[in-house]
Every structure is written in C-alpha cells, then in structure tokens.
C-alpha cells in the first residue's frame, strides 16, 4: 500500500497542473456548451489511459461522460460531476490562486479536485503495473448541481452492473467520507381564500395569508431532529394590496430526511393537510426528489474497508452524515453499496472561499488507487 502513496506523492506536480486546467475550463450546469468542453478534455484523457469512454447526449445539459477500463464482470463505478455552481465569468473574477497549500478556484473542491483524483489514481495503478480485481465504470455527469433527472436512468443502468459506487464528491472538511446524506422533497402549497374590503366588508372575506400562517405551524411540527427530519418553510407569498383581505397565498418547502420511510410519512402527511378555515382551500403540489443515502451494514462495510486501506497508508479515516444530496442518492437506491466524499480535503463548497489542500490530492489518490485494489 505504502508504495500507492509514494507515487502519488511524486506526481503532485502534474496533479496540481491538471487541477489548475479543469478550474480553468468553467463549467456551469445551466451552459451545456461550456460543460461539454470539459467532457471533451476528460473523455480524451480517459482513451488516453486506455478508458473506453463515450460521451452521451443529455437534454438541456452537458454531455455525460461514460468509460469503462478492464475485462468482464461486475464493475466498480467512479463517480463525479463535472458541473459547477458558478456563472461564467466567475474565473476572470477569482483566478485560479495557490497560497501555501492551498489552491482557491471556482469549482475546485466541488469537485474537480475529485476528477483529478479519479484520474490519477488509475495512473498510479498502472505505473505499478497493478491492476484492479473489477472492471471500472467512470461516470462523470453533468447537471448535479442542479437536477440529475435527464440522465438519472442512464447512471441507474450503469450503476446495476456495479458492485460498489465510490463518489469523488469532496471530503469533509478535515479529510471524513460520507455514509449517510439526507434525501430531499419540495413542495409547492397554493391556497385560495376569498378576497373583500378590508375596512367595508371585512367579514365576506377569507383570508390566505392567515391560514397559510396556521399552515406554517402544523409543517414546522413535522420537523424531527431526532429523527433527522426537518422541515422549511422558506419562501413565502400572497395578497396584492394592504386593504384588501387576501384571496391567495404560496409557500415553497423543503424537506430532509434520513431513512426513505421518514420521507414517505411527511410526504403523505403533507399531501393530507386540512384547511383551517373553512371556505379555504389547499392545492399541494411536490414529491420526494431525491432519495437519501442510508448508513446501511453494506455501506458500513463499503466505509470500512476504505477506513483499513487508510490505516495501511499511515491515516484515519473518519466518516460522517451531511444535509445535502448528491448522486450518491440515486446509486444507494438502488441497493448498492456507495461511499461518498472520497474526494481531495478542503473546504467552501459552493461558497467565495473554496480550496483545495493540494497534499490531499495525493492521499486521496493513493486512498482510492488502495480500494481499487481491495475490492
Ligand atoms: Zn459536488
């Protein structure tokens, strides 16, 4: 294992370069030309590696990049995404910058950090003349970021020819991988009351904004942070004017969960919610979007051979649970066991402050090179 490690460390260098040319490709979910410029620089870089890569044509986004590498068989999938939050431009504006250890750019951590990685440690393999005991599926996608649905039966398909799904999304801060991350749901609710003077006629009227305040109270107490279940209310709307007793109110909602059954019990106790008022009425739209990625004993499992590979390379490595979704989502739905943030340390996702640790980028490498090898 140690020996991972020693040439990864050696090609620092080369990684950090590489990191520095994909910050440099911008690539925002919402400009599929732009992320296709990166699908292009990664997919001739995979067939380079001797990677079979194919680029997929995906509506209203980026290509998605597909390559496979080795024989037969069930297949161990790498994972990433190539999109980024930030608007073009945002690189004229913050420049790619190294301080001390660190490399600060749009998009770095999250994740073209975790591409590099994904690369490189297939390239340590081979300098060792070391080959993993699976097939490799990569899978780098294109609208993560934003709404995964267009491609979402594509990375399901290549996801059931695997065995295990490792996601290059990037670590927490301070280097943990992640086994559990919420699922996520939204919803829209519309309420209709009745409109009328509000000095005149006050009484003909019902007001929307009053049972939408009564509304905000029984969602707010669905929220369960034992459970690790909450609820938002985080936009809200209604009335046109003053004197006017308001006919409409609007709320959007969000809602996080850790077990799939938790989201389907908020989900069907939103879906039942009753007017207060009478002469009100409620229209409910949303669903559950993203599924959460359980700590099951597979994933347990997944983690701790990650953890032992860590431990013969001189480090610990640690776990926890985010809030957030990601792709990661979709494959643990399906029952595969899936670890997440195997990507570079650092810290400021989608945040001004984002970067790399740029030694994480060999540690990483040798990490993922090391499971490879394990599975
Ligand atoms: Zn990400």
């Known amino acids: 294992m140690k020996e991972l490690l020693t040439i990864a460390e050696a090609r620092l260098p080369q990684m950090i370069e590489e990191l520095k040319t994909l910050v440099e490709i911008e690539s925002p979910s919402d400009s599929p030309s732009d992320v296709n410029n990166l699908a292009a620089y990664l997919s001739n870089r995979l067939d380079k590696l001797g990677v079979k890569a194919n680029r997929i ?134 309420i209709r009351g009745r409109a009328a003077h509000a000095g005149a006629d006050p009484r003909k009227g019902i007001s929307a904004i009053t049972e939408l305040a009564h509304q905000i109270q029984t969602l707010n107490s669905f929220t369960d942070y034992e459970q690790g279940t909450t609820v938002n209310v985080g936009v809200i709307n209604g009335g046109i004017r003053p004197n006017v007793i308001p006919d409409n109110a609007r709320a959007e909602i969000d809602v996080r969960f850790c077990r799939l059954v938790d989201g389907q019990a908020i989900d069907s106790k939103i879906k039942a919610l009753e007017p207060y008022l009478s002469g009100t009425k409620l229209e409910i739209t949303g669903r559950i979007g993203m599924p959460p990625l359980e700590r099951t004993e597979k994933v347990v499992a997944l983690y701790q051979k990650a953890k032992a590979v860590a431990a013969q390379l001189g480090f610990e490595l640690g776990e926890t649970s985010s809030g957030g979704v990601s792709e990661a989502c979709v494959t643990s739905a399906l029952g595969i066991p899936t670890l997440d943030g195997l990507g570079a340390d650092g810290d400021g996702a989608h945040a001004e402050y984002e970067h790399v640790l740029l030694p994480s980028l060999a540690t990483r490498t040798a990490l993922l090179a090391g499971l490879l090898l394990e599975l």
């Open 57 to 190: 044509l995906v509506q209203n986004g980026g290509d998605v990049v597909v390559g496979r590498y080795g024989g037969e068989g069930k297949a161990v999938m790498i994972l990433g995404h190539m999109d980024t939050v930030w608007p073009l431009g945002t690189l004229a504006r913050r420049p790619v910058r190294i301080e001390d250890d660190k490399l600060f750019g749009p998009g770095s951590y999250d994740m073209k950090a975790g591409l590099v990685v994904a690369i490189h440690a297939l390239e340590v393999l081979q300098a060792l003349d070391r080959n993993p005991k699976h097939p490799i599926i990569y899978f780098f996608s294109s609208l993560e970021e934003t709404d995964c649905t267009p491609y979402k039966s594509v990375l399901e398909a290549n996801a059931q020819a695997c065995d295990y799904v490792l996601d290059l999304e990037p670590a927490w801060p301070g280097g943990a991988v992640k086994t559990e991350r919420k699922g996520s749901a939204n919803y829209v609710l519309n």
